[in-house]
């Protein structure tokens, strides 16, 4: 089945205690995204990815790394999370530069 | 840059009611136009898709069409279901960064029995 996955779905920890969020697409896709949804907000992109190796920031890149080693996986790592960083994250991947996205289940994050 | 304007919510309808939900847009061309829908607890779903001017995308029963003239994507359903309850997104690709895509800020859909 052609899907996107995120480790985990939920996830509680402190500040300034590292962290990693999974995402992995099985459809041979280029691009790849990171997005957090808040109330009110909206969803705001984080980084982006075009391919191996090629990452760029998105709308709200600040307190986040991510790296793309390989085609199908993209995580997300939070070096130092704040409280601030509370939010749900979701990942996403398409074939085309304009095509449609197709989003992992989501994660939601609480920095206590 | 590519823009998009929703609708605010929430909208709370009756079963069988008709649906609406306003989509306008600003875009460089022609890009293609997306429907996603967020049920409770999950993630985006792409719900349809218009690919270019006069398409019309259709899926579960709902319906858009591309409209150029009056830049709009407005989403319709003729008979609403108690689980059609759930927040539905505008969506077209940024207009310069491949691979992202600029989202209205969604629309809260309550359907009452």
């Known amino acids: 089945e052609a899907q996107v996955t995120q480790n985990p779905r939920y996830l509680i920890t402190v500040t300034g205690k590292k962290l990693t969020v999974t995402c992995s697409q099985n459809?041979?896709?280029?691009?790849m995204s990171w997005y957090r949804q808040d109330p009110g907000l909206g969803l705001r992109q984080i980084y982006y990815?075009?391919?191996?190796?090629?990452?760029d920031k998105g709308d709200v890149p600040e307190g986040y790394k991510v790296s793309r080693k390989e085609k199908r996986n993209f995580p997300l790592i939070l070096e130092s999370p704040s409280p601030n960083q509370t939010s749900l994250y979701f990942c996403?991947?398409?074939?085309?530069?304009?095509?449609?996205?197709?989003f992992g289940p989501g994660t939601r994050l609480t920095v206590t | 840059g590519n823009s998009v304007t929703q609708m605010e919510g929430p909208v709370t309808l009756s079963e069988e009611a008709f649906l609406t939900i306003n989509c306008t847009y600003t875009?460089?061309?022609?890009?293609?136009l997306f429907w996603y829908v967020q049920y409770p607890g999950e993630g985006l779903q792409l719900l349809l898709k218009?690919?270019?001017?006069?398409d019309k995308g259709s899926n579960k029963g709902f319906e858009a069409t591309y409209r150029k003239e009056t830049t709009s994507f407005h989403l319709e359903k003729g008979s609403v279901q108690v689980s059609d309850s759930a927040v539905y997104f505008c969506?077209?690709?940024?207009?310069?960064?491949?691979?992202?895509?600029?989202f209205g800020q969604g629309t809260e859909l309550s359907v009452k029995p």
């Open positions: 990815s075009m391919n191996v190796e090629v990452t």
């Open positions: 996403a991947s398409s074939l085309f530069r304009e095509g449609e996205q197709y």
């Open positions: 459809m041979n896709h280029e691009y």
């Open positions: 875009a460089t061309g022609y890009p293609s």
């Open positions: 218009a690919t270019k001017a006069d």
């Open positions: 969506a077209l690709p940024h207009s310069n960064q491949g691979g992202k895509l600029i």
